[in-house]
């Protein structure tokens, strides 16, 4: 987040000044990459650029505080997501680089490596094993920093239901976790 | 040696505590990435490690894409897109003083060739050839009206033609005339005109009757074709009846 001078830097931004534009891309974009990772495996990187065009093109247009402006850009990105799903969906071959494998869990043990690499990818490849819907809130909630009223606009959902998507996913991640550490623990 | 008389070697691991169940606030607090591991809940202290890497910090190879991202900042950005502007951006000063509002870009307006739209002598030629047409055509709907058809010459061979090779054939303005009552109506006329049906034949209405209502338009009777004569000059063979002939434009 950046903070009280955020509307400085985005007026800043939408006035040309490359620097202000670098801040708002430093700080959106590694929480961006980790969504659409999750959306669309192995075409986060694209996907992201996608995004940035159209919140470059519509830069000078928008009005509001920073958590409008993350929920601008979060759903810019979905609905990028979303297009690449219905263009594949289309087209039922899909290749997927090498390098987008090795990031996914193996799946006989992915809460073994969530836990114990820890890293920022991994975690989020755990959290992409969750059924869609739960997945995306628990990534609009923890990776974008979006509240639920910003995740219910941006999924279509009712706050209500973003809520208990959310109780399901940690119960989920929870169940998984302790099953592989038990698993773990017998052998 | 423990207090149940075995060695703690020997005692039976406690496996880690089921999950339970989570209100509003915890469940808040964990995805805001503010409930530490140890502080976790019983069965979520994994839930917790992983919720705070996954919004954890940048890391290096996610900020790899910076000076891509600038450079579509500069093609696409505020700034480009004022500069694609051109003399528009250049009248309108920058709303409370920021830098970059109101400079010009790099690029100009197209010209109207790169538009897509004829420019200079190839525009003129458009509107010269267009203005041609509407001359044509409407001369031509005009000589419809009049009953004047382009190389035709008259039947009666009179003088006092308009124009050399356009013969005005003079006709009552009847009404159209169409189906069984235009036979009808034919017979009563050329008992009434017996100079005009000698030359025409009578065939007025027989024709009509017989071509159905494509000739017959308010203003414009049907017409009947003229005998063709044995000293017709060669003219007669490229004329055309009425409505078929029409101008070409040339270019």
Same mark, same amino acid.
């Given at each position: 987040?950046?903070?009280?001078?955020?509307?400085?830097?985005?007026?800043?931004?939408?006035?040309?000044?490359?620097?202000?534009?670098?801040?708002?891309?430093?700080?959106?974009?590694?929480?961006?990459?980790?969504?659409?990772?999750?959306?669309?495996?192995?075409? =986060?990187?694209?996907? %992201?650029?996608?995004?940035?065009?159209?919140?470059?093109?519509?830069?000078? @247009?928008?009005?509001?505080?920073?958590? %409008?402006?993350?929920?601008?850009?979060?759903?810019?990105?979905?609905? $990028?997501?979303?297009?690449?799903? @219905?263009? /594949?969906?289309?087209?039922?071959?899909?290749?997927?680089?090498?390098?987008?494998?090795?990031?996914?869990?193996?799946?006989?043990?992915?809460?073994?490596? =969530?836990?114990?690499?820890?890293?920022?990818? %991994?975690?989020?490849?755990?959290?992409?094993?969750?059924?869609?819907?739960?997945?995306?809130?628990?990534?609009?909630?923890?990776?974008?920093?979006?509240?639920?009223?910003?995740?219910?606009?941006?999924?279509?959902?009712?706050?209500?239901?973003?809520?208990?998507?959310?109780? $399901?996913?940690?119960?989920?991640?929870?169940?998984?976790?302790?099953?592989?550490?038990?698993? /773990?623990?017998?052998? | 040696?423990?207090?149940?008389?075995?060695?703690? +070697?020997?005692?039976?691991?406690?496996?880690?505590?089921?999950?339970?169940?989570?209100?509003?606030?915890?469940?808040?607090?964990?995805?805001?990435?503010?409930?530490?591991?140890?502080?976790?809940?019983?069965?979520?202290?994994?839930?917790?490690?992983?919720?705070? =890497?996954?919004?954890?910090? =940048?890391?290096?190879?996610?900020?790899?894409?910076?000076?891509?991202?600038?450079?579509?900042?500069?093609?696409?950005?505020?700034?480009?897109?004022?500069?694609? +502007?051109?003399?528009?951006?250049?009248?309108?000063?920058?709303? $409370?003083?920021?830098?970059?509002?109101? @400079?010009?870009?790099?690029?100009?307006?197209?010209?109207?060739?790169?538009?897509?739209?004829?420019?200079?002598?190839? @525009?003129?030629?458009?509107?010269?050839?267009?203005?041609?047409?509407?001359?044509?055509?409407?001369?031509?709907?005009?000589?419809?009206?009049?009953?004047?058809?382009?190389?035709?010459?008259?039947?009666?061979?009179?003088?006092?033609?308009?124009?050399?090779?356009?013969?005005?054939?003079?006709?009552?303005?009847?009404?159209?005339?169409?189906?069984?009552?235009?036979?009808?109506?034919?017979?009563?006329?050329?008992?009434?005109?017996?100079?005009?049906?000698?030359?025409?034949?009578?065939?007025?209405?027989? $024709?009509?009757?017989?071509?159905?209502?494509?000739?017959?338009?308010?203003?414009?009777?049907?017409?009947?074709?003229?005998?063709?004569?044995?000293?017709?000059?060669?003219?007669?063979?490229?004329?055309?009846?009425?409505?078929?002939?029409?101008?070409?434009?040339?270019?």
């Amino acid at each position: 987040m950046i903070g009280p001078s955020f509307a400085a830097v985005l007026a800043a931004a939408a006035g040309g000044d490359e620097a202000a534009f670098g801040t708002l891309w430093r700080d959106l974009q590694p929480g961006l990459l980790r969504y659409l990772d999750a959306l669309a495996p192995g075409a =986060a990187e694209d996907l %992201a650029s996608e995004t940035w065009l159209r919140i470059v093109q519509g830069l000078d @247009r928008f009005t509001g505080d920073e958590r %409008a402006f993350r929920g601008w850009v979060f759903t810019v990105a979905r609905h $990028r997501a979303v297009d690449r799903w @219905r263009r /594949r969906s289309r087209h039922r071959d899909e290749l997927v680089p090498a390098d987008a494998l090795t990031g996914l869990p193996a799946p006989d043990d992915p809460a073994g490596a =969530a836990v114990d690499a820890i890293s920022s990818r %991994a975690a989020v490849a755990l959290i992409a094993t969750l059924p869609p819907d739960q997945a995306e809130v628990v990534l609009l909630r923890v990776v974008a920093g979006l509240d639920v009223a910003q995740v219910a606009a941006i999924t279509g959902k009712r706050p209500g239901n973003v809520r208990v998507l959310a109780h $399901r996913a940690l119960r989920r991640l929870a169940d998984r976790l302790t099953a592989d550490t038990r698993v /773990r623990g017998a052998v | 040696m423990g207090p149940d008389g075995v060695f703690p +070697a020997e005692m039976p691991e406690r496996g880690p505590a089921l999950p339970g169940a989570l209100d509003d606030n915890t469940v808040e607090r964990l995805v805001c990435g503010r409930v530490e591991p140890d502080d976790a809940p019983p069965g979520y202290a994994g839930v917790a490690r992983v919720l705070q =890497a996954a919004g954890g910090p =940048a890391e290096p190879d996610e900020l790899a894409g910076r000076d891509a991202a600038l450079a579509v900042f500069r093609a696409a950005g505020p700034a480009g897109e004022r500069g694609r +502007a051109g003399s528009r951006a250049q009248r309108e000063p920058g709303p $409370r003083g920021v830098p970059g509002r109101g @400079r010009p870009g790099p690029r100009t307006r197209p010209g109207p060739a790169a538009r897509g739209w004829p420019g200079g002598r190839a @525009r003129a030629r458009v509107v010269a050839l267009a203005l041609a047409g509407v001359v044509a055509a409407g001369g031509l709907w005009m000589a419809g009206g009049a009953r004047t058809v382009p190389g035709l010459r008259s039947p009666t061979g009179r003088a006092g033609s308009p124009a050399p090779g356009l013969v005005t054939q003079a006709r009552p303005m009847t009404p159209p005339v169409t189906g069984a009552g235009a036979n009808a109506r034919a017979s009563l006329q050329s008992s009434a005109r017996q100079g005009s049906t000698s030359r025409n034949g009578g065939v007025t209405a027989s $024709r009509s009757s017989g071509h159905g209502s494509r000739q017959h338009r308010p203003g414009n009777p049907p017409t009947s074709k003229p005998k063709p004569k044995p000293k017709s000059p060669p003219q007669a063979e490229i004329s055309k009846p009425n409505g078929s002939e029409k101008p070409r434009h040339q270019r």
